[in-house]
């Protein structure tokens, strides 16, 4: 209850245009820039309300997103509709097995006419990456990504140069195709906030798409509808959600029971918990809540932490 009373207390900031529009003069609440990018999303992902949604709060909390399903199901349209709708700088990587660590992170290159390095920016520097079946390049250059997903920087040379805000991956892979591939390490999979599946559409909303394809692809007709300043003050936002104590205590108690849990070699890291209670104050924005409630952390226990763990035996899935 106390953080409810919290809640209601600043409730009204998600009411008030606190995030300045697209035209001058014009604002937008905090939830109406959010319902806005949900609903444009949605006009090219059809009938997947719930892994936009989980998208958009890896997005708000400063994450990542790892994307598993069978080819052709959307997982690269997700990704490029939600560059589009941001109008920001937008990368994809097609990760193969002869790709180099400097085919992402960039390099230096001689100078003749100076006679001196000069560095040249790869893909990485960018807002939103899109890493392309990623469990098809080498560890090494899986690696490559570790730095700028966690401390939105990268070292190269002895120098470090810092990524733009905001800086936000999206890796796809097929779990069901192993040959030729690269599994994800742990600390790899550590770095995305949140594993999601699309799935199939159902039959009625597979028609529409037959028939939203007709003239072309339908993410390249879609129109931002926010810039990365606003999305910035969204991230912003996300920190000031409420959460109580007692969520804190729900938040460990299923980390502790991933810990000790007879099936489970190995439990979910405090990384982890700490993703869980950011993921949680992102998904209360998203719905319009100043304060985050139990549900919050039920319905992204498994998104959040499911690729954290490690069974015991030869299988790792389920």
Wanted: net charge negative.
């Amino acid at each position: 209850m106390a953080a409810r009373d919290q809640g209601q207390a600043v409730q009204q900031n998600l009411d008030q245009p606190e995030i300045a529009g697209n035209q001058p003069g014009q604002n937008l609440s905090v939830h109406k820039a959010v319902q806005m990018l949900e609903e444009n999303v949605g006009s090219v992902l059809l009938g997947k309300p719930e892994p936009i949604r989980l998208t958009v709060v890896a997005l708000l909390a400063g994450g990542h997103a790892l994307i598993e399903d069978a080819p052709g199901v959307g997982k690269t349209s997700l990704a490029k509709a939600i560059a589009r709708c941001l109008n920001c700088e937008f990368t994809r990587l097609q990760c193969t097995p002869d790709m180099l660590p400097s085919d992402i992170l960039g390099s230096s290159v001689y100078l003749p006419n100076l006679g001196e390095f000069e560095f040249r920016k790869g893909p990485v520097f960018t807002n939103v990456l899109l890493a392309d079946e990623i469990n098809r390049t080498t560890p090494r250059t899986q690696s490559a990504l570790l730095e700028a997903m966690s401390e939105g920087q990268v070292s190269i040379e002895g120098r470090t140069y810092p990524l733009a805000r905001p800086f936000f991956v999206v890796a796809t892979q097929n779990p069901y195709e192993y040959e030729g591939t690269y599994p994800l390490p742990e600390n790899q999979l550590d770095r995305f906030m949140l594993c999601i599946n699309i799935g199939y559409p159902e039959r009625d909303v597979e028609m529409e798409v037959l028939a939203q394809h007709r003239d072309g692809e339908a993410v390249e007709r879609l129109k931002s509808v926010l810039n990365t300043d606003q999305l910035v003050q969204l991230q912003d936002s996300v920190r000031g959600i409420v959460v109580d104590e007692s969520i804190n205590v729900y938040i460990l108690d299923i980390v502790t029971a991933t810990r000790s849990h007879g099936e489970l070699q190995l439990g979910v890291s405090t990384r982890g918990a700490l993703t869980l209670y950011r993921a949680t104050q992102a998904l209360a924005l998203v719905e319009g809540r100043t304060y985050a409630i139990p549900d919050d952390v039920k319905r992204l226990a498994v998104p959040v932490l499911a690729h954290r763990v490690v069974c015991r035996g030869l299988l790792r899935e389920g």
